[in-house]
């Protein structure tokens, strides 16, 4: 039976909630099914200390309790991206979900209970998705033009109300892994990519090549630098430190049972130390002290309950 839609009009968005005969609560409460896959962003939301995980059926939080879950809206979320007021995302309804689909951009501000529909709802689906932690600046790459959107790089700084398409200049990678925005100087954008990290400091119409590093599987960006993941000699996973305006760079040690490329990096706003990385075989460790320690939250996707 599908879950009546509840659905409000605030300031001209759409805010929607599903519930379910019952009118139960959206809570995050105890896992009942340990087994994660498919997990499509991470981060820290709504400028709190808890570690989120966005997968292919709903959102998964991790705390001084542990692992918790979602207990409704079980979508498969896309291009996740936490911000200090909540968090954005694209992707498709669960089953039986009266939302369209695909979400277009969306943002969530109760830690997805309920959604704003900002812009090309039912139209797109943005795999490529980044925003600035404080500042909201959104950049999505798309793949599927319309007559409101082009191909490539777009920004909008006002939540999906306008759009500018970014030229690019400089960019010539042909793959690419994800798009990383400064938390908050909305202009300057990183793109991570089989071809190397790319940095624009001008909303994306110009960028650089930032080092000589290949095979970047991800990057974020933190107020001065930031941090990139990459697979070296003997296909050795690699994490890597940087300042902007500066070659230097430092290595943070990963746990030597890593083998599987780092998919996701996550930075906690409260502590500068604090990092959270995943790979592709859905293994999470997370470390307080930049690498000195690692404490595993998941092993080949299996969420592990301690802290």
Known sequence: MKKPLVGVVLGGLLILSACSNKEAS????????PEVNHIHGTGYSNGGPDFFI???????AFGKDGWKEANLEKNDYMGFQPTEDGFF????????SDLKNPFGLMKSTDKGATFKQLAFYGEI???YLGAGYNSNAVYVFNETPTA??????NYTLDEGQSW???KMEGYSATTLSNLAVHPSSEEIIAIGSQEGLFLSIDYGATFNKLNDATSVTYVTLTEDGGYYSSIKEQEQPMLQKFTIGETKESDIPLPEEIRSPVQFIATSPENSEELVVTTFDNSIYKTSDAGATWNQLANAGKLISSN
């Not at 959206?26 to 099914?33: A, G, K, L, P, R």
């Open 164 to 166: 500018t398409a970014s």
């Open 54 to 60: 966005a997968s292919h059926a709903g959102l998964y």
């Open 26 to 33: 959206f809570t995050y409460e105890e896992v009942t099914n």
């Open 125 to 127: 689906d943005f795999h």
């Open 148 to 153: 409101e959107l082009k191909a490539g790089l």
């Open 89 to 96: 995302a694209s992707g498709h309804p669960a089953v039986n």
